[in-house]
T-cell receptor, first 118, second 115 residues
């Protein structure tokens, strides 16, 4: 079964330090995509970063990087130089095949709540 | 560019009433998704459309739920009759079919409370 697992319900980090949020996934498809989204307290879902299963290099977007370990089926998000505004829920997601044979469905993990302390 | 627009942002209604949630996707996006977020079940895909046609509605919980997309710029999610367990945040999202990564752009959500 296709599944996303985020084992850390909550994390905290000191401002300006780096933090890693864990994500493991399960799929038998050779081709898939992995995403991270941020949900601040205001509720909107903000796309952060994407990693394709065939991408040779780890994805990076500013202070966000994705530590992609394909053999271990993990796609951890690393936030460098944490800021107070990074306090939010973070969701890992995977694009999977849906019931119609398409490849458009995103399934989400349960999320990790990150608190950045001054 | 305007993002995905949802209305209403908040809805409080009584059990048994009809609820209609609305969504305007980003112009040019040909995929539209409806998600539901609850504490217990997290984010669940209810249904998605491609070029206004429903493709996968396997996540729609019951016959009380229905979704339509009469044109490329508008979609509705209707619950009739509503029940307290339908209380959740409902997100609409869209994406372009040609997008290499396929990330979804979400609206701000509609928070539904059924009393």
């Amino acid at each position: 079964a296709q599944k996303i697992t985020q084992t850390q319900p909550g994390m905290f980090v000191q401002e300006k330090e780096a933090v890693t949020l864990d994500c493991t996934y399960d799929t038998s498809d050779p081709s898939y995509g992995l995403f991270w989204y941020k949900q601040p307290s205001s509720g909107e879902m903000i796309f952060l970063i994407y990693q394709g299963s065939y991408d040779q290099q780890n994805a990076t977007e500013g202070r966000y990087s994705l530590n992609f370990q394909k053999a271990r089926k993990s796609a951890n998000l690393v936030i460098s130089a944490s800021q107070l505004g990074d306090s939010a829920m973070y969701f890992c997601a995977m694009r999977v095949e849906d019931g119609s044979g398409g490849y458009n469905k995103l399934i989400f993990g349960a999320g990790t709540r990150l608190a950045v302390h001054p | 560019d305007a993002g995905v627009i949802q209305s209403p942002r908040h809805e409080v209604t009584e059990m048994g009433q009809e609820v209609t949630l609305r969504c305007k996707p980003i112009s040019g996006h040909d995929y539209l998704f409806w998600y539901r977020q609850t504490m217990m079940r997290g984010l669940e895909l209810l249904i998605y459309f491609n070029n206004n046609v429903p493709i996968d509605d396997s996540g729609m919980p019951e016959d009380r739920f229905s979704a339509k997309m009469p044109n490329a710029s508008f979609s509705t999610l209707k619950i009739q009759p509503s029940e307290p367990r339908d209380s959740a945040v409902y997100f609409c999202a869209s994406r372009a079919g040609t997008a290499n990564t396929g990330e979804l752009f979400f609206g701000e959500g509609s928070r539904l409370t059924v009393l």
